[in-house]
């Protein structure tokens, strides 16, 4: 083969990747921070083919790549906009600011079956207003490890995320799955941030995934823990600091109840710190409970099938719903207010907090 030829051989080549290339997911934008954020978009290469019979492969499944881009240099407390991918690939988000400038952000879960009503879900927050950050509470898609899934997800997701920074939990249909990292960005699956004068930590419970055996999952767990009292440590001085995991450790699930343990060993640290809110999914309905002067809110009704709320908890239990919905907080100096909208807009519960002035 002459120089030339092989060139023309490598457009070609070059060529037909190309055009087989689609935007299957984002733009998105995440690991916000006052200086710096992240651009994603989930591209699909091409397609494989799955089945039994060598004639009948009706099996499909999409290669996925992420490209990614990150920005540094940013303005704290300032609407960035970007384009990423040309025609489709608009979008928008706001950095951190510092200060207590008032702020909103919604959260919400379990978006991982029905995905007629996690549509639905995800209209109702785009008709909401701008928040100024989404975060997800895990169980995002069925099966983490199915490359199938994300771009269904993705697709659902688009109106929302193009406007706002995503902060994402891993939830045990996550499968720890390395997509789950590639996709977000993810380095650690717990990580927290500052947001004006809020701070916000974000737990790995899934520990069935994490780790192959007893001893290496109490490992993780112990380190995680360790981390979290550290992290909540160095943060005394926020007015409102928010914990959000995928298991919750109170729940007016009657079969589900007593089923997390080492769940139950965060409830110390939250009352020791005096969190303001504790948001969790796994339980795919709406569920607010009180105890030690902290709130524990259960918000999974994104999509998947609801569950009854059977047996409220004597004492702790404040309000539940089996619904589907999505929980608003907004932020306001010394104050803020954690509201759960049905998705006609009806408000299911509303919580006012108080600055935790005596945490410091
Ligand atoms: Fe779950």
Redesign the pocket.
């Known amino acids: 083969m002459t120089r030339r030829s092989l060139g023309v051989a490598l457009l070609a080549c070059g060529f037909i990747a190309q055009a087989a290339d689609k935007v299957v997911g984002g733009p998105y934008t995440v690991n916000v921070g006052p200086r710096s954020a992240t651009v994603a978009w989930v591209v699909q290469t091409s397609e494989a083919r799955l089945g039994t019979d060598p004639g009948e492969l009706s099996r499909t499944a999409p290669v996925l790549r992420v490209q990614k881009v990150s920005f540094t240099g940013l303005e704290a407390g300032t609407t960035h906009h970007y384009d990423s991918f040309g025609e489709g690939g608009k979008g928008y988000f706001k950095t951190p600011p510092a200060g207590a400038v008032p702020f909103q952000f919604l959260v919400y879960g379990?978006t991982r079956s029905r995905h007629d009503v996690h549509a639905r879900v995800i209209r109702a927050m785009v008709k909401a207003g701008e928040p100024d950050f989404v975060i997800h509470t895990?169980?995002l898609v069925a099966d983490g490890s199915d490359t199938a899934q994300w771009p269904v997800f993705f697709s659902i997701e688009r109106e929302l995320l193009r406007k706002t920074a995503f902060f994402p939990c891993l939830?045990?249909?996550e499968r720890n799955n390395p997509q789950y990292y590639e996709f977000f960005d993810v380095q650690l699956p717990y990580y927290s941030f500052d947001w004006a004068n809020a701070h916000i930590v974000v737990l790995n419970t899934d520990l069935g995934n994490v780790a192959g055996s007893l001893v290496s999952r109490d490992a993780y767990w112990k380190e995680e823990l360790r981390w979290l009292d550290e992290d909540l440590a160095k943060s005394r001085k926020a007015d409102f600091v928010f914990v959000v995991f995928?298991h919750p450790p109170f729940t007016a699930v009657r079969r589900r109840q007593g089923e997390d343990k080492e769940v139950s060993q965060v409830v110390p640290v939250m009352e020791k710190f005096k969190i303001s809110a504790v948001f969790s999914?796994?339980d795919h309905n709406y569920q607010h409970h009180l105890k030690g002067g902290v709130r524990y809110i259960v918000t999974g009704g994104g999509g998947a099938p609801l569950y009854p709320v059977d047996a409220p908890l004597a004492g702790i239990t404040q309000k539940v719903e089996s619904t589907e919905h999505y929980v608003g907080i907004q932020v306001n100096g010394k104050t803020a207010k954690v509201q759960a909208f049905a998705l006609d807009g009806r408000v299911i519960d509303t919580i006012d907090l108080a600055a935790r002035a005596e945490a410091r």
């Open positions: 379990d895990g169980d939830g045990n249909h995928h999914g796994h």
